[in-house]
């Protein structure tokens, strides 16, 4: 029996089938907090149509890959997952059971249909801009369709047509995301975001204080706002003026019950002076900021099209010092961007040993079909790219320690998220996102407990629950 077989004759079955076992799905993310995000948001559409979330691959009737197009591994990444699918469905055929496939994210709106050619055991694919179609691909799949794409950018909103058709989840963790912008119009020569996500969009301010209201209700104590470009969100405020990201962090700041706010990820050319500012004046905004600068090297910043250069990067670092002095900075760095030399990379290495990160990711320039990069000569050999990305990671391995270091024996609150490394452990992370281990006895995740640190580890601190 095939799967759109198997599915359709549970939903003729009628609702004492259904009732008996529910069709379930299972999300794998493999890409950013958007990506993860959206997969949450798939699960919420799906619930409406009766299906719950599987524990495993192998429990569910639905497996969904969320993809991400970023770099070159991360794309193949879903081929070989493909192929473990088709093994965990013959096993369940085996069994009588079923499963069907469906791909999902930036891989499925770059590649679409292309896919199908190399994975036939695909059923439908959808980009992340069709999540609110879910219910009609399955309604579609149910009828025996296969091999179904959706990968048009819809001229509805996404977020007000997701609530529309999602379920609320009976509960929601401690720490939240919230979507309030998405898509990108930077274009850095480099990246596919701007083609797999499209043009940049914010959401209004009353739906993002709807949702953030109702996350807090389920839970939440603390919410990350997310977005390709998140500070560049200015939408429509409640009093019909356009707001910026530092007047609706001002009023979820006012939420009640409401501990912590967190915005990700950040371009150096929207960091405006109110934003700025709200690191001083908001005091539920937590002292992080992840702000990628990619490189160094003025030269190469030009032509990755980021349009600003090293020092512009470093005198706006010092402005969000001066704001809040213990703030912790996050970057992204690339290494072996197209015609980058010994040079240019030492002006990255100067430049990180100018910032000093708390913490940082870094990657090795992958060209990607579509983008302006991909087609330049001088591509940086592979090997050389390994050993400038090795140098790279040490600095900020070492920088990362030397700001941990300086919190033995801090204080702060923690919100427990979630069991930590070791048996009767709690974890959390700290105001500026340090992940925390603590002995949790006597507390549960949700609690907000006042911690001293007693450790420093390689990625994390260990601390213990004071008062
Ligand atoms: N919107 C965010 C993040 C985009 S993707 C921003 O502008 O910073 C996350 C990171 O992946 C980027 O910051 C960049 O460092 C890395 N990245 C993007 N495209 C890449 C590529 N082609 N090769 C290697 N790293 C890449
Ligand atoms: Fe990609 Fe640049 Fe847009 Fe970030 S700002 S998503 S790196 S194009
Ligand atoms: Fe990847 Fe798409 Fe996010 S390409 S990084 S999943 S926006």
């Given at each position: 029996m095939n799967v759109t077989n198997r599915i359709s004759a549970n939903a003729e079955t009628g609702a004492a089938a259904a009732q008996a076992r529910p069709r379930t799905v299972f999300v794998k993310a493999f890409g950013c907090q958007m990506n993860v995000y959206d997969g949450e948001r798939m699960v919420d559409v799906l619930r409406a149509k009766g299906f719950q979330p599987a524990a495993a691959p192998e429990e569910a009737d639905l497996v969904i890959?969320?993809?991400?197009?970023?770099r070159e591994k991360a794309a193949e990444k879903v081929y070989s997952e493909l192929g473990r699918l088709r093994v965990l469905r013959e096993k369940r055929r085996e069994r009588g059971a079923d499963m069907a496939i469906a791909v999902a994210g930036c891989v499925a709106q770059a590649e679409g249909e292309a896919m199908l050619a190399r994975a036939p055991a695909i059923d439908f694919i959808f980009g992340p801009q069709a999540i609110q179609r879910l219910p009609d691909l399955i309604d579609r799949l149910d009828a025996g369709e296969r091999h179904m794409v959706e990968t048009d950018f819809p001229a509805e909103d996404k977020f007000a047509e997701l609530e529309g058709k999602a379920k609320a989840p009976p509960a929601v963790p401690p720490a939240a995301f919230l979507a309030v912008q998405e898509g990108c119009d930077k274009f850095c020569t480099f990246c596919v975001v701007p083609y797999t996500r499209g043009a940049e969009y914010s959401r209004p301010a009353a739906d993002i204080l709807r949702e953030a209201e109702k996350l807090v209700e389920k839970g939440a104590r603390e919410i990350t706002l997310l977005g390709q470009n998140v500070n560049a969100w200015h939408g429509e405020g409640l009093d019909g003026t356009t707001w910026n990201l530092a007047r609706l962090l001002r009023e979820l700041a006012n939420i009640d019950g409401l501990h912590a706010l967190r915005f990700t990820t950040s371009h150096p050319n929207d960091m405006d002076d109110a934003l700025i500012a709200a690191f001083a004046e908001?005091?539920?905004?937590?002292?992080?900021l992840h702000l990628?600068?990619?490189?160094?090297s003025d030269r190469i910043l030009k032509a990755m099209n980021r349009k600003h250069t090293a020092q512009d990067y470093i005198r706006l670092i010092e402005k969000i010092r001066a704001a809040r002095p213990d703030i912790a900075i996050s970057g992204d760095f690339i290494v072996g961007?197209?015609?980058?030399?010994e040079e240019d990379f030492a002006d990255t290495l100067a430049l990180v040993e100018e910032v000093k990160y708390a913490h940082a990711y870094s990657f090795r320039y992958s060209a990607r079909p579509g983008?302006?990069?991909?087609?330049?000569?001088?591509?940086?050999p592979e090997e050389i790219k390994r050993e400038r990305l090795a140098r790279l990671q040490e600095l900020l391995a070492k920088q990362q320690y030397e700001f941990n270091s300086r919190f033995v024996g801090r204080e702060f609150d923690l919100l427990l998220t979630g069991p930590g490394k070791y048996e009767g452990q709690l974890t959390g992370r700290s105001p500026w996102l340090q992940a925390v281990h603590v002995p949790g006895e006597g507390h549960a995740v949700g609690d907000i407990v006042r911690v001293r640190v007693t450790d420093i580890g390689k990625n994390a601190l260990g601390a213990h629950i004071i008062g």
């Open positions: 890959l969320n993809t991400c197009h970023i908001n005091e539920r905004l937590m002292p992080y990628p600068v990619q490189a160094g961007f197209p015609g980058e030399t983008t302006p990069a991909a087609e330049l000569k001088d591509q940086v």
